[in-house]
């Protein structure tokens, strides 16, 4: 989320760009941003210490300054979506150089997805079920009492 969003500012198109350099990142890199710290921890470092993620390995330096600017602190320094588009087709212009761009090292390999995907797992393994069950029975509470 943009910091705007995470304070309940007022907002307009520049939060859909900051959402789109984060899931671009999220791409390039095969991560979750802010894997390592609780949502509320994301959320100060966002807007208190303008945390962002960390440049992906092997991405371009014109992509990462992208991903910047589109995240930046302040809505109003953010391009536009039709600076973002020329901004992109330019770099793709220099990359290919009239050839197919091979990506494959931006990529996640099938073996790292099966990794990440395992390691999800086991955390979502680890969660307690007490929290899961208290909520069902708090439901099912609620709906007696509505008989």
């Not at 989320?1 to 520049?14: D, F």
């Not at 966002?46 to 993620?53: A, E, M, S, T």
């Not at 708090?138 to 008989?147: G, L, V």
């Amino acid at each position: 989320m943009s910091p705007e969003v995470i304070e309940h500012r007022a907002y307009g198109s520049p939060v859909d760009v900051y959402s789109f350099a984060i899931t671009l990142w999220e791409l390039l890199s095969g991560k979750v941003p802010y894997a390592h710290l609780t949502p509320l921890q994301a959320a100060v470092g966002v807007v208190q210490k303008g945390l962002r993620p960390d440049v992906p390995p092997g991405c371009p330096l014109d992509l990462y300054k992208l991903l910047e600017d589109c995240w930046h602190g302040d809505p109003e320094m953010r391009p536009d979506f039709s600076s973002v588009t020329q901004r992109m087709q330019q770099m793709y212009k220099t990359l290919s150089k009239g050839q197919p761009v091979d990506l494959s090292e931006l990529t996640m390999t099938a073996a790292q997805q099966a990794s990440a995907a395992a390691a999800e797992k086991a955390k979502v393994e680890k969660k307690p079920e007490k929290s899961k069950t208290a909520f069902f029975s708090f439901s099912r509470r609620s709906q007696s009492s509505k008989s």
